[in-house]
């Protein structure tokens, strides 16, 4: 059984900072990748930005380049998201995503609970 846990939600005002934090936990071979989603009141689930596990390489959405950083710690299988200069555009339940090898190295999917980020104008 693999977990997410997630942490660091909350209400900010424009302007603000937040670091949002996931953990996975469980029976992982290696982690491939892990991201973070957002979905806002009424819309679809977006991409915000993801890191591979190996490379570290990082991907941004458009609207939070230059705001928001993404970081993962190898030792803590955690990853990590600083939100800067917040807007209210950025108000949605966060979700934490990764994409990791079982202990039988096959490849699956793990979402966890959400956060709720409030940014008020």
């Known amino acids: 059984q693999v977990q997410l846990v997630e942490s660091g939600g909350g209400l900010v005002q424009a302007g603000g900072s937040l670091r949002l934090s996931c953990q996975a936990s469980g029976r992982i071979n290696s982690l491939i990748a892990m991201g973070w989603f957002r979905q806002a009141p009424g819309k679809e689930r977006d991409f915000v930005a993801s890191?591979?596990?190996?490379?570290?390489?990082?991907y941004y959405t458009d609207s939070v380049k230059g705001r928001f950083i993404i970081s993962r710690d190898n030792t803590k299988n955690s990853v990590y998201l600083q939100m800067n200069n917040l807007k209210p555009e950025d108000t949605a339940v966060y979700y934490c995503?990764?994409?990791?090898?079982?202990?039988?190295?096959?490849?699956?999917?793990?979402w966890g609970q959400g956060t709720m980020v409030t940014v008020s104008s």
């Open positions: 890191i591979t596990w190996s490379a570290a390489t990082t």
């Open positions: 995503n990764t994409q990791y090898r079982d202990i039988e190295l096959r490849p699956f999917e793990l």
